[in-house]
């Protein structure tokens, strides 16, 4: 079992920045893929990006990665999620998720999908005025 919880949300003007944080307790010693999704009212589960909890390799998704960081401090058991250039079109709740990983497998596009994850935080507001 892992415990997620989100952080970091608020309001921000277009242009800006934020940093979500997602901080991981309960069984971390394993290898997870951590992602963050977002969802905006009416809209389904984005996949916003991924990172490997052993070895840091990253995923993004293509309309995002130019502006979006993901990130790991393992001492802390926390993933970061650094936005950039923020656009009114950003607003959502940020969800920080885990799947669990085979220990020598690497972080792949199967990690795109939300079904392949088995631990959801409560989500993070972030909004984007423009």
């Known amino acids: 079992q892992v415990q997620l919880v989100e952080s970091g949300g608020g309001l921000v003007q277009a242009g800006g920045s934020l940093r979500l944080s997602c901080a991981a307790s309960g069984r971390t010693s394993s290898n997870y893929a951590m992602g963050w999704f977002r969802q905006a009212p009416g809209n389904g589960r984005e996949f916003v990006a991924a990172?490997?909890?052993?070895?840091?390799?990253?995923y993004y998704s293509d309309s995002l990665k130019a502006r979006f960081t993901i990130s790991r401090d393992s001492a802390k058991n926390t993933v970061y999620l650094q936005m950039n250039s923020l656009k009114p079109e950003d607003t959502a709740v940020y969800h920080c998720?885990?799947?669990?990983?085979?220990?020598?497998?690497?972080?792949?596009?199967?990690?795109?999908?939300?079904?392949?994850?088995?631990?959801w935080g409560q989500g993070t507001q972030v909004t984007v005025s423009s």
């Open positions: 990172i490997s909890w052993n070895d840091g390799s990253t």
């Open positions: 998720a885990a799947a669990p990983m085979g220990g020598a497998e690497r972080l792949s596009s199967k990690y795109y999908w939300f079904e392949e994850y088995d631990y």
